[in-house]
């Protein structure tokens, strides 16, 4: 082995490990992987860049623009009418008809948007004809990847396998030589998932014949069973307060869904609605962890305590901290970071350029450059000081805090009164701090002063506690403890039926900005003027509270609000609407043309006339000219992360056959199976790129095992193309997990699959697709002499 065949295989290693750990995201590996290759002068600059002028790549691109052109002018529905007409009410039949159908479109167009075009549509006629959703999505997801075998456009490895053929000087592929065996692989699939893989899905139950009804969403995100009404007494100190002011909805992650004042029903208030007394308030959270506050109220109110303070402020100290450019708390909410656990301090405000913040510090996302004001012992701050995490640490005196941060807060003394419920419990299940922005400073006990107490520390009957907040917090607090809870709801569900307050079921698109933002990062109620409700995952219903949740594509989302501002999402590009309200149907006078345009693609194809590359560039060009799309929508269809992953890629395979490495590694291949014969050599390479696509994607895995693949072929003496097929139909058929491929993610949710639902079918389906392919090669690609 020389040195550079072990630097690519170090590069390749680095490469794949971190592809599977995701420590960093996909595309910015693939950078890094091309910027190692050109430093270390394994590749020409020339080859450095290849990628991104790769016909293979720009085939993509131009491919991503014109499934959008058709996805835009209506196609959906027009697919939606026929689906419904063909396949009647007949599960058996729906099944066959959606898989066909989405096998079809995507041969020539994205499988990802295939899916997310007709998600909807499935998910309607489900609704429809009262078939469990579950019985029908996952062949959903399952027909696109199949429909992407039969055809060169159908899915990128099948375009960058046909690439690396004609970059080592062999015929590359047509445009349907995929056709014969993706066709025959695409036909055994679906009847498999017809006649036997739908029996192993799950069978959600429906609601009365309507799944996604709003009395079925309320069932199935058991929304009834944490809803409750909250009565304001007539001396509560709330009363004049608004809503934001009391906390209410922030106290224990809650929703305020209505407020009910003589006789009336307000539906989703606004939060600077003012409290009355006798008002009804109805929310949606977790009852237990309103009661769990409520025990925080009981608390008897001492005094204030400026000697006490001056005693504790000896003790403790304010600093300044700059967050660090590189530090991993960037972008991270700051009741996500745990200051007081972490660093032993607590944060008393924020300072982000011109503006400071002092309250509701929880819900704030931390940002480089940022100034936190901190307060914690001496010890503390000094390991503050050394933390990477900060770029500069200052200590500054008192009078330069309320000076700067306006930070002059009151000392309170809260006593544990005897009987109370929270002797014996610990100072971390409180949300004293999270909500009202109290600062724990110190406990007495036994006439000790035990200065920064942990959240796991055990309070007891007599325990003084010292907490520095706002007067004001400290009536909210009291206020919170007079509210009268009636568990009774269902007279007051007839808020969900009004036009003011609707529900309605979604999911991110694939491509999503919101992907891996916390709930309360990004409040709906500010940016969409709605409340998310609830939250499907993995199966089940998310019942912890969701303001901590990070939104992943797959998840389904139940969304509460106005009828109007709901159905503006269907127009947002972040998400996938499962429950249409009465919008308007998309104007499809254009889907003719669009249909036109690629056709003419493909037929120029196939006459020969122009390079896939030039043809689907031509064709993309004319949907922005037709209006069938926009510039800035063709923009937006791009899949950058996949564009910039094969162009970044691109040039491994380049060092890997220029190097050697790999010879090297099909050597390694030929040592171990080459003695069974050239077809056990192809088995054992479809399945190490079957187990492959779990862990790494597609795109990429491809790119690392063609040059494998030619390689092992030469030395056999084979022409490599049999193995290239093997290849493409190996990486195209991910089956067997959630993470395998967008489009299985994508329905995970909106479905109520587990991550078990994936392999009771997936495995099947790829053992049977693996037996379909070793036994049709033979007949229809042959092996032959190089």
């Known amino acids: 082995m020389t040195f550079e065949i072990a630097l690519v295989l170090g590069i390749l290693v680095v490469s794949l490990l971190l592809f599977i750990s995701e420590i960093i995201r996909m595309d910015l590996v693939a950078l890094l992987v091309l910027s190692a290759l050109a430093v270390s002068g394994l590749i020409s600059p020339a080859d450095t860049f290849a990628g991104f002028s790769n016909s293979a790549v720009i085939t993509v691109w131009a491919m991503f623009i014109l499934s959008d052109g058709l996805t835009r002018t209506g196609i959906a529905n027009i697919i939606g009418k026929q689906v419904m007409r063909l396949a009647g009410r007949n599960e058996l039949a729906m099944i ?7 096998a079809v479109l995507s041969a020539f167009m994205n499988n990802i948007g295939v899916a997310a075009l007709m998600l909807p549509v499935v998910v309607d006629v489900a609704k429809r004809t009262r078939i469990p959703v579950s019985r029908l999505l996952m062949p959903l997801a399952y027909a696109t990847l199949l429909g992407g075998l039969m055809t060169l456009i159908g899915t990128p490895p099948n375009l960058l396998v046909s690439e690396s053929l004609k970059h080592a000087g062999e015929r590359p592929f047509a445009l349907f030589d995929f056709t014969p065996i993706g066709g025959a692989v695409m036909l055994v699939g679906v009847l498999f998932v017809a006649l036997f893989g739908r029996l192993l899905l799950p069978k959600s139950k429906i609601i009365r014949g309507r799944t996604r009804s709003q009395r079925g969403l309320r069932a199935r995100y058991k929304l009834q069973e944490r809803t409750f009404m909250m009565r304001v007494p007539v001396n509560s100190v709330l009363v004049g307060k608004t809503l934001a002011e009391s906390r209410i909805g922030a106290a224990a992650g809650m ?4 407020i009910e004042r003589f006789g009336r029903t307000a539906a989703l208030p606004n939060r600077q609605t003012v409290i009355r007394a006798g008002d009804g308030i109805l929310v949606e959270g977790r009852l237990d962890r309103f009661t769990e506050l409520q025990r925080w109220c009981g608390l008897v109110i001492e005094r204030e305590a400026p000697i006490l303070k001056s005693m504790v402020a000896a003790k403790l100290v304010y600093a300044e901290a700059c967050l660090a450019n590189n530090s991993p708390l960037v972008s991270e909410l700051l ?3 745990d200051f007081r656990g972490r660093f032993s301090v607590n944060v008393v405000a924020v300072h982000h350029r011109d503006n400071i913040r002092l309250q509701n510090l929880g819900s704030l996302p931390l940002r480089a450059g940022d100034t936190i004001l901190v307060q914690g012992p001496t010890t503390a701050i000094e390991l503050l000081e050394k933390s990477n995490d900060f770029s500069e640490v200052r200590r500054i005196t008192d009078e330069e805090t309320i000076k700067k941060y306006q930070a002059d ?12 419920d929270l002797a014996g419990s610990s100072l971390g299940k409180s949300r004293l701090t999270e909500v009202f922005d109290f600062r724990v400073l110190a406990t007495f006990r036994d006439g000790k002063l035990h200065i920064m107490p942990g959240d796991e520390d055990i309070l007891d009957v007599g325990d003084l506690i010292l907490i520095e907040g706002q007067p ?17 709801v269902s007279p007051n569900l007839r808020a969900f039926e009004s036009d003011r307050l609707t529900l309605m079921d979604a999911t991110l698109h694939p491509r999503s ?32 509270e969701l303001a901590d949740e990070r939104l992943e594509v797959g998840d389904a989302l139940l969304l509460l609000g106005p009828r109007e501002r709901l159905k503006l999402l269907s127009s947002d590009t972040d998400f996938l609407v499962l429950t249409p309200l009465g919008q308007e149907p998309p104007d499809t006078s254009k889907a003719p043309l669009a249909a036109l345009i690629m056709m003419g693609v493909v037929a120029s194809t196939m006459a020969g006339l122009f390079p896939i590359a030039i043809a689907a ?32 890629m691109l040039p491994l395979g380049t060092a890997m056959q220029d190097t050697g490495a790999a010879s090297y590694l099909a050597m390694q291949v030929m040592n171990t199976a080459g003695s069974a014969g050239p077809w056990a050599v192809i088995g054992g390479l479809y399945l190490l790129t079957a187990v492959g696509t779990m862990i790494i994607p597609t795109a990429a895995l491809v790119v690392l095992m063609s040059p494998i693949v030619m390689s092992a072929m030469g030395d056999m003496g084979l022409n490599p193309a049999t193995a290239m097929m093997a290849i493409a139909m190996a990486a195209s058929a991910s089956f067997t997990s959630p993470i395998s491929h967008p489009a299985n993610i994508l329905v995970m949710g909106p479905g109520g699959y587990r991550f078990v639902d994936y392999l009771k079918v997936g495995v099947p389906l790829t053992i049977i697709v693996f037996i379909t392919v070793m036994l049709l090669l033979p007949i229809l690609w042959p092996l032959t002499p190089a």
């Open 255 to 258: 929703i305020i869904l209505a």
């Open 409 to 420: 807060e009151h000392m309170f003394v809260l006593r544990i009164p005897k009987g109370s």
């Open 96 to 102: 066959i008809v959606i898989m066909i159908t989405a």
């Open 513 to 544: 900005t919101l992907a891996g933002k916390t709930v309360g990062e990004l409040n709906f109620r500010e940016r969409y003027g709605i409340e998310l409700a609830g939250l499907w995952r993995n199966g089940a219903s998310v019942g912890v």
């Open 335 to 337: 009741r996500h970071v």
């Open 617 to 648: 560039v031509v064709g993309a060009s004319l949907m922005i000219l037709a209006r069938c799309l926009s510039m800035e929508q063709a923009y937006r269809a791009i899949d950058w992360r996949s564009i910039f992953l094969i162009a970044g």
């Open 472 to 488: 004001e917090d400290i009536d909210v607090l009291r206020g919170l403890q007079e509210l009268e809870v009636d568990t009774k």
